[in-house]
């Protein structure tokens, strides 16, 4: 129930006698058991206007109301009949879907809202409406001072109509710069408006931009050293009054390549520090451009990923920087993977984000700064060991390209070993008929296969090697190494090209025996072989059996894969030739040494044209008897 009160007003008058109650005479209604009767309030409909807010509130609304009135009276669908939609309370609802505006009223105007929110980017547009009134040293200090301590360099700022423009390019300082609006009195009493959008310039490179690039580019170049430095090109202070020069934009870094590869071709070091760079494909060219660049820097910029630096590898860095980069965040906790991928892109490097890395080995890589030693044929522990396996190598090859492979039982130990492998990464179909004698141990799980595979004894090696296609080796390819050498054994690796002749292809193929020769009575025999099969490389095939002649000393004449080594580089194999070849030849044709060396002789050395003149001019009758004459 409503508070009694003893004071009764009706219109701003006191009612205290019966005489100004006469009005009231009339009362029909039920009296309650105290007998008083229940109490009746009116609202007052004239009530005085209080405050001039909330007046100007009702002025609005109901103007607005008028609006709404006639936009429901023309779009309703009640058959013409307007609608009054009316709110609870004194005014209109506000609520989620009301036209009306929000409630702001401040002394009889709507209050001013806040500025939105800045979109994140990298660029932003800074606009002073009617900033061509002000000077730009005025407006830029004012800024300055509210911003403090954090500063900011206007990007070519200038005047367009009647507002002043520039560009800036951090997000937090362009939020500074948002929250400076009407903070700075001008001299006229006026509020300075700061607005703040994202965007940055454009600029066209032509010849007059050009020709400050040049300018700009002389005092950042050291020549003493070599150095260019480009380290935040955009803010440099003889070009962001009237330009852009970015070198994200690839017109701009573009142009300064050229201009500088045209005067310092021999540039040693590079500066592109915080440049905002995140596509660097145009560096590419770095390598063309700048033959001596060896010291580069690209920290502070927007590299996501490692492979991007995959366009600049072909540079022979030995200093480099990428500190700064999204892409060493991912590297944050694995160091050594961060230096092993940078490294596989410039392994020469020296130098990382200012820290002294481990000198590369760069036995595998072409330095023009660094010379090898010419390649050797033969590699030997001592001399005499030299003389001893070139001619036990030289005979056993003449024997194994014979038809008969029957006298290499003298050439292995009664408890010799042997074993074959072929290499079946490339165009294994054309080494089939090696495949099922294949005892190559990484694929190969079965115990008594691998057992089955190892010839053992002397009769089974040579049974095993008599089957093998008839060869036919090319001398000039072979390569020896004798690596170790004791008073009981010696090492011996054999490599080189061989022809096979049983079939119509006469397939070339590359091999490497592995060779354990003991002494034996007053010899030397194989305690152990390996001999491992593969397809030679292109280079190999073509060079293989060119024309070749052997002189008196002993060098190879021909255009042979070793021709340009010297002749002191050619195999003790070549050297002891003439008088193995002669034994030999003596041997299977029973001519005395003397004959035989004048067959050789005839034939330049050529051993199987010798025996196959022999055999021809025997059975025509044409050798003499003192041939045979031991």
């Not at 800045?118 to 932003?124: I, K, R, S, T």
């Not at 900033?131 to 407006?139: A, L, M, R, T």
């Not at 290499?408 to 070993?417: G, P, R, S």
């Not at 070793?562 to 003596?586: D, G, I």
């Amino acid at each position: 129930m409503p508070k009694k009160t003893s004071k009764n007003s009706w219109g701003g008058r006191r009612l205290d006698n019966a005489e100004d109650k006469h009005f009231f005479g009339h009362d029909d209604r039920s009296v309650r058991l105290d007998g008083t009767r229940p109490r009746v309030s009116f609202k007052n409909h004239a009530r005085p206007i209080r405050d001039r807010q909330r007046y100007a509130e009702m002025a609005i609304k109901n103007h607005l109301d008028d609006d709404i009135l006639m936009a429901l009276g023309a779009n309703n669908n009640n058959n013409g009949r307007q609608v009054i939609m009316r709110g609870r309370g004194r005014g209109t609802s506000q609520g989620r879907n009301s036209p009306l505006p929000p409630r702001g009223l401040r002394g009889g105007m709507l209050q001013r809202s806040r500025p939105m929110g800045l979109v994140e980017a990298n660029w932003y547009k800074v606009l002073i409406p009617y900033g061509q009134k002000y000077d730009k040293k005025f407006v830029l200090t004012s800024l300055h001072g509210l911003m403090a301590p954090d500063t900011f360099v206007p990007i070519m700022y200038k005047v367009v109509g009647n507002d002043a423009v520039f560009y800036i390019e951090d997000f937090k300082i362009a939020n500074k710069l948002l929250n400076c609006d009407r903070r700075v009195t001008t001299s006229d009493g006026f509020k300075l408006h700061v607005r703040v959008k994202p965007g940055y310039p454009q600029c066209d490179v032509d010849e007059s931009l050009k020709a400050r690039l040049k300018l700009a580019l002389v005092k950042r170049y050291i020549p003493e050293t070599k150095a260019l430095d480009l380290s935040k090109f955009h803010q440099d202070s003889d070009l962001v009054a009237d330009y852009f020069c970015a070198l994200f934009r690839a017109p701009i870094l573009m142009a300064v390549l050229d201009i500088v590869s045209e005067y310092v071709p021999d540039l040693e070091a590079l500066n592109l520090d915080g440049n905002k760079l995140n596509i660097i494909e145009r560096l590419n060219v770095l390598h063309k451009k700048f033959s001596c660049l060896k010291i580069l820097y690209i920290g502070d910029n927007k590299i996501r990923e490692m492979n991007q630096l995959d366009v600049i590898k072909d540079l022979k860095l030995e200093e480099f920087r990428l500190a700064g980069n999204p892409v060493c965040f991912k590297y944050k906790s694995r160091h050594d993977d961060y230096v092993s991928d940078v490294r596989k892109r410039f392994p020469k490097l020296l130098k990382l984000d200012g820290n002294e890395l481990p000198r590369p080995i760069v036995f595998d890589v072409a330095d023009e700064g660094v010379k090898l030693p010419p390649s050797q044929r033969m590699f030997v522990a001592n001399a005499k060991a030299q003389e001893i396996g070139g001619q036990f190598m030289q005979q056993f090859f003449l024997i194994f390209d014979s038809e008969n492979r029957q006298p290499l039982l003298d050439a292995y130990h009664e408890h010799a070993c042997f074993s074959m492998t072929i290499s079946c990464a490339n165009n294994a179909n054309k080494l089939n008929n090696y495949l099922t004698e294949n005892r190559n141990l990484r694929r190969l799980n079965d115990t008594n296969k691998r057992r089955k595979l190892l010839k053992q004894g002397r009769l089974p090696v040579v049974s095993f090697i008599s089957q093998l296609p008839r060869t036919k080796h090319d001398l000039n390819s072979f390569t020896m190494d004798i690596s170790l050498v004791t008073e009981t054994m010696m090492l011996i690796t054999v490599t080189g090209l061989f022809k096979e002749l049983d079939s119509k292809e006469e397939f070339i193929r590359y091999f490497n025996r592995t060779f354990v020769i003991v002494p034996e009575g007053s010899g030397y025999c194989i305690r152990n072989e390996q001999l491992h099969i593969s397809q030679p490389s292109e280079m190999q095939e073509r060079k293989a059996f060119l024309e070749q002649s052997v002189d008196v000393s002993g060098s190879v004449a021909s255009g042979s894969a070793s021709s340009s080594a010297s002749s002191s580089t050619v195999p003790v194999l070549s050297q002891v030739m003439k008088e193995q070849m002669t034994m030999t030849l003596s041997q299977q044709t029973n001519m005395n040494l003397e004959w035989s060396l004048k067959c050789l002789e005839e034939v330049q050395w050529n051993f199987d044209k010798a025996l196959s003149t022999f055999h021809e001019f025997y059975k025509l009758g044409q050798i003499p008897p003192a041939a045979f004459e031991k």
